[in-house]
């Protein structure tokens, strides 16, 4: 598996923005599918947004639909969480992870992390009222 580490969160009011990003340390390796996960206190963790790098198709949780845009560069193989509108129930552990798996129905999208993942050092998203 190849270790992400996620960077960009902060501190933010209700309402603002916030960049994520993420990268592979010391490979090149390009998964077809990468995706950002998050982690509340006490709370399990959840899929947020994933993208599909081979043509860029993406995929989102319902909670973060129409606020939250997921991007890949290929020149750089590095992922990134563009944050907007942000809500104080936003506030978490944001990790990424790649080789996720994504699916789609009429109501919904679906994402999950490959199985036993090691997650890789992740950023906290705090958002305040």
């Known amino acids: 598996q190849v270790q992400l580490v996620a960077s960009g969160g902060g501190s933010v009011q209700a309402g603002g923005s916030l960049r994520l990003s993420c990268a592979a340390e010391?490979?090149?390796?390009?998964?077809?599918?990468m995706g950002w996960f998050r982690q509340a206190p006490g709370i399990e963790r959840v899929p947020v947004a994933a993208i599909v790098t081979d043509g860029d198709s993406t995929y989102y949780a319902d909670s973060v639909k129409g606020r939250f845009t997921i991007s890949h560069d290929n020149s750089t193989n590095t992922l990134s969480l563009q944050m907007n509108s942000l809500k104080p129930e936003d506030t978490a552990m944001y990790y990424c992870?790649?080789?996720?798996?994504?699916?789609?129905?009429?109501?919904?999208?679906?994402?999950?992390?490959?199985?036993?993942?090691?997650w890789g050092q992740g950023t906290q998203v705090t958002v305040s009222s």
């Open positions: 992870a790649a080789d996720c798996t994504v699916s789609r129905d009429y109501y919904s999208d679906y994402i999950w992390p490959p199985p036993n993942y090691h």
């Open positions: 010391g490979s090149t390796y390009r998964a077809y599918c």
